[in-house]
């Protein structure tokens, strides 16, 4: 028997995720982007259910307006219901990508009207990220990569690689846009994608984004599994607006980190780094009247502290 098309498997895995993930053939939008892997994933979705194509123009690239509207265009011919073009502000916070990716997903989010929204992030996506986390030392949180479901993004590609969507685009006469920053080697994960994985494909005799991705796989649930008893201990260790030392110290390494991330997030704090946690596990563990450790947040001429005083942590903010 001859193998299904390229397109055939990607609705095929498409149609198993909503089953799973998203029961009840309800509407969902699409985040199309004009690549291959999210051209591909609005043809499988206009397919299975009424769609909304959200094509968010960064303004980074010269014609990148032309190219917003090509997929707009290409997403009405591939049957979706909408195709809006959302324009957006990148600013520099966290640097080129990451300030475009906030910028993306707060206008996405603005725009799907409640409805759920399918991320074309692939296999390969999952190990680049995996190995991101392990060069930056970022903790099993990173190398965990990306959520299959973390509402309201959903990303059924996870499991496909990425050569089966540009098959898939090939199949439907399609021509994808190819972004000159994923040939950029200014960005780090341009060389991941076309040196370092590579490279380890060859020395490893193959199966390595498989097994990235495995691992990523078997961290997330190690990492939901603590979370969720971190949840427990946080809701029991909190003093007011502070938590209690007391209770925080017998408490297992991986889960006090973890009540301590989820605290200070809740107090303001963002973008923690594993230095940042582990300064204030500090005042918990290793005691010695030190003063406070700070934390990131986005606070206008202000620094946020997380300090010690009278056998709880609290936090307070200093001019800066």
């Not at 969902?28 to 194509?53: E, F, I, K, N, Y």
Request: glycine share 12%.
């Amino acid at each position: 028997m001859d193998r299904p098309g390229a397109l055939a498997r990607l609705r095929a895995a498409l149609a198993g995720f909503a089953t799973e993930h998203l029961p009840g053939g309800d509407a969902w939008c699409v985040a199309l982007s004009g690549g291959p892997d999210s051209l591909a994933l609005t043809a499988a979705a206009a397919a299975l259910r009424p769609t909304t194509a959200l094509i968010v123009d960064h303004g980074l690239q010269s014609g990148s307006a032309d190219v917003a509207d090509a997929a707009r265009r290409a997403a009405l011919e591939l049957g979706c219901s909408e195709a809006t073009v959302l324009t957006v502000h990148v600013g520099t916070r966290g640097g080129p990508e990451a300030a475009a990716r906030t910028a993306r997903y707060a206008a996405l989010d603005s725009a799907r009207g409640g409805a759920p929204v399918l991320v074309g992030h692939t296999l390969d996506d999952q190990a680049e990220t995996v190995l991101l986390g392990l060069g930056r030392g970022s903790g099993a949180r990173s190398i965990a990569g990306m959520r299959v479901c973390d509402p309201p993004w959903y990303r059924p590609w996870l499991g496909q690689r990425r050569s089966l969507t540009r098959a898939a685009c090939t199949e439907l006469g399609l021509a994808p846009w190819d972004d000159p920053h994923n040939h950029d080697a200014r960005f780090t994960r341009v060389r991941l994608r076309t040196e370092v994985l590579p490279l380890l494909e060859d020395v490893l005799g193959g199966g390595v984004a498989e097994a990235l991705a495995r691992t990523a796989g078997a961290l997330r649930e190690d990492t939901e599994a603590l979370d969720a008893l971190a949840d427990a201990a946080l809701a029991a260790a909190l003093d007011g607006d502070g938590l209690s030392v007391a209770a925080l110290s017998g408490l297992a390494t991986a889960v006090r980190r973890r009540v301590l991330r989820g605290w200070l997030l809740r107090g303001g704090a963002s973008g923690l780094t594993e230095t940042q946690i582990r300064a204030v596990d500090a005042l918990v563990t290793a005691w010695h009247g030190q003063g406070g450790a700070a934390v990131s947040a986005d606070l206008p001429h202000q620094r946020l502290f997380a300090g010690r005083r009278d056998g709880r942590l609290v936090l307070y903010a200093r001019p800066v």
